[in-house]
């Protein structure tokens, strides 16, 4: 059929934009490059420093998105801590080191850590990539030489950290510029083999952990609500298995759920945020609380018939579990508890809900599914407000774990 | 503008900018960002991005048109974007991890804000004042949010429990069993030390000079607090 030079001409115009300009989806065809190749080569050559994964840490690995196997340290972990949980959901924390007392794992939890700043930069905008990637490094170089290898607790800590590792591999005049400023305040360039979230912790030993499980949680129906940093931000080495959702979905979380014995409904919203939008939560408020409620809790508890929302992540936590109560405004009554799937999987296993799960902490009413699970919340809650009134008095508090020595100064 | 003007990348933009804001310059700045090329590789208008985007639902935005908007060179119309539209943006990456080209949106957004704010766009002085909290507390201790900040006058919607966390918080925090924990005004406890060494990172990286260019009032009491530490972790050395 004859065309007309008119619409050729234009089919070849737009032909070539798409292909000169617009499509490079070719150099999607191939995945994209493994960073620690290329970490390993800038080592080689003594440009950068790596904090290796040692048998010390007792890697176990496991296969991400894009098929290639991740190793994941269980032991002698230097915990990188969140700020949200730590100044909001306390129990979050205090569950992951419960854990570790309990399976006799090493680790060091101290006080040169700061924040990795990512939520203010996502909210705000009020820094730049090379003071996010300084920050990272300063962490990370304090992890390295107190030879103890950084789990990172929060999910935006853990997406910050991942792209700031591929930046700094692939832009030398980053790494300069950081290696500058590292050499102001006395500290190395370094980078970790692995950039690992305390989930993927969570998840490798989760069959250890499901064998101190004290309560039948067979009748608890879950919802996960995946953290959009942990496995959107940088996506090529979130864990994947093809026995949980078929391999469509992350692992973590799921995984842990199913070898407690829960039942893990689907839902269709599945895949979207929480709500937390970073600045929202602070200054969009009617955004967070209508997201939050109309999208995850509504749908959970109506398509699933929820009784616990499990998180994985700081921001997500929070949201989900503040928002429920304002909904009642609106006719939302719902009363879904929201916790950590850590938090989850350690009342499972019997850690005190108020002193060391910290429950009380969370807004959303969790009473039902404690009593669901078997779980002796009252008496926990009595001996939790006589030892308030002991620590009033003067006793010492009572100590998962202090640090060997407050202030380590090593370089 | 033309694409040959695009010659360098930038690490960082420079506090002593705030003010410029033509918008020209502006849109060179975006597209000389060191992640430029990163998170735009073209765009088909397909819409996914728009389609799975939470602030599209409730907000007047589209991350698909912030990305034609840009590639379209209108520097006027990226401006525009600038001042408020792409702060409804949530900074999920759903529209990333979506994206038939790999583009994202999410990390676009996330560098014209960072132009917005370094050049001390209007909208930025409304956008930030209720962010000051936070600011204060990133910028003196490296935390983003501690106990203290959560009292009811400013979350009365989190519920009647939230009064509960706020009373007798010196006992509570001392009751979570994890010695780093047990402070108030922290998330948990930070050296000076690592203070101090962030204050150099700040310092080196012009986020110190950005905040005094754009907010002196939190510049004077960050700098007094900046002050006080160095004094005292340099005296004892």
Known sequence: MATSPISDKVRTSGWEFITKTVDKRAIMKAAPKDPREELAELEAKGEVKVIHITEENRPIEVETLLGRTKRIPTNKLWHHKSCGQCGNIPGYPTSIMWFMNKLGLEYLDETHQTSCTAWNYHGSGTSNLVALAAV???NWHRAYETGYFPLIHCGTSFGNYKEMRNLLI???????????????VGRELVIPEEIVHYSEWLHVLRHQIAALKIHDVSSIITTVHPACHVWKLVPEDVIYDPNIYGGQRPAPTTAILLALGAQVADYSTWYDCCGFGFRHILTEREFSRSFSLERKIKVMVEEANSDVAITQDTGCTTTLDKNQWIGKAHGYNYELPVMADVQFAALAAGADPYKVVQIQWHTSAWEKLLDKMGVDWRTSKAEYEAYLEELKSGREPEQLY?????????? | MSEEAVVTHHLRLD????GEQDAESLLDAIKSDLRYEEVIHG??????????????????????????TVLSGD??????????YIWACAQCYTCAMRCPFHNSPGGLVMIMREVAVWRGMEAVHRLLKPYGRVLLKVLSIGNQLTPDMIQPDFFPDWGPKIPWSSTDLAIKRKAIPVYTLQVTTSAWRVSPETSYELYTIYEETGVFRLIEQIDPNLYEVVSDMVEDLRDMIESSR
């Open chain 1, 136 to 138: 990272a490094v300063r």
């Open chain 1, 170 to 184: 692939e832009h030398k005049d980053l790494r300069d510029e950081v290696r500058r400023i590292m050499n102001k």
């Open chain 1, 402 to 411: 202090v640090p060997p020595v407050e202030n380590l100064n090593l370089h």
């Open chain 2, 15 to 18: 506090p002593e900018d705030v």
């Open chain 2, 43 to 68: 765009c088909l208008n397909c819409g996914v991005c728009s389609g799975s985007c939470p602030s599209h639902r409730f907000f007047d935005y589209s991350p698909r048109i912030v990305v034609q």
């Open chain 2, 75 to 84: 520097a006027q119309a990226v401006k525009d974007m600038m001042d408020e």
